[in-house]
């Protein structure tokens, strides 16, 4: 079956410029997560999603990042006013649900800002 | 909170050879999973392998096995018979168990080479 996407794979934005990141998650998945990963690092965790509910936002870098899953499949994380210190790849990942540990994630989104 | 420590930033091994990668962590956690995670040039983020805390014995796949020591908090990958496919960044991973949802923490990653 179809496995986690994610879109744009490739965004160049100006500094300042918002920016819209998109997941599909695995169909029937209840768990959604978001990671920033920076050049050479390992992934850091910024959001997650339960269904529609927004359960962990503590990832978060700064108030310039939102996330949504209005109808708890495809999820969008949103940074307005872009700097250039939000350059990464932002993952997206999905699981069954709580107690399903095994996430499967998407080829992200390589976010360069100019 | 807990935290995962990749101590090999590169590490290198000839095809076909054995290649042993390391990973610790820290947690005050009884229930958790361990997991080693591989990324591909190409960037998607593949499971390699994953084990229960609660279970004694190592997890193996196929040429891919863990030892996982507990008390040591210590959980390396061992690759068998080295391919060129598994050329890759690998990230050891944490995830408490439980009632948590399964946020993942990761250790900063080994780029591991397989040369012919």
């Known amino acids: 079956g179809a496995g986690v996407s994610q879109s744009p794979r490739y965004k160049v934005a100006k500094r300042g410029q918002d920016v819209a990141l998109r997941c599909d998650p695995i169909s029937g998945h209840v768990s959604l997560f978001w990671y920033q990963q920076a050049l050479g690092q390992g992934p850091e965790f910024l959001t997650y999603?339960?269904?529609?509910?927004?359960?962990?936002k503590s990832g978060l870098p700064s108030d310039r990042f939102f996330a949504e899953r209005p109808e708890g499949s495809v999820s969008t994380l949103k940074i307005q006013r872009t700097q250039q210190e939000d350059s990464a790849v932002y993952l997206c990942a999905s699981s069954l649900g709580p107690g399903f540990y095994e996430q499967y994630f998407g080829p992200g989104t390589r976010l360069t800002v100019t | 909170a807990q935290t995962v420590t990749q101590s090999q930033p590169e590490m290198s091994v000839q095809e076909a050879e054995t290649v042993t990668l390391s990973c610790t962590y820290d947690?005050?956690?009884?229930?958790?999973?361990l997991f080693w995670y591989k990324q591909p040039p190409s960037r998607q983020m593949i499971l390699v392998i994953r084990q229960e805390a609660y279970k004694q014995q190592n997890a193996t796949e196929n040429r891919f096995s863990v030892n996982f020591q507990k008390a040591a908090k210590s959980f390396s990958l061992k690759i068998s018979d080295s391919q060129l496919g598994d050329t890759a960044m690998y990230f050891c991973?944490?995830?408490?168990?439980?009632?948590?949802?399964?946020?993942?923490?990761f250790g900063q990653g080994t780029i591991l080479t397989v040369h012919p």
């Open positions: 991973a944490f995830s408490a168990g439980g009632t948590s949802y399964g946020k993942l923490t």
């Open positions: 999603f339960q269904n529609e509910a927004q359960l962990d």
């Open positions: 947690t005050s956690e009884n229930n958790y999973y």
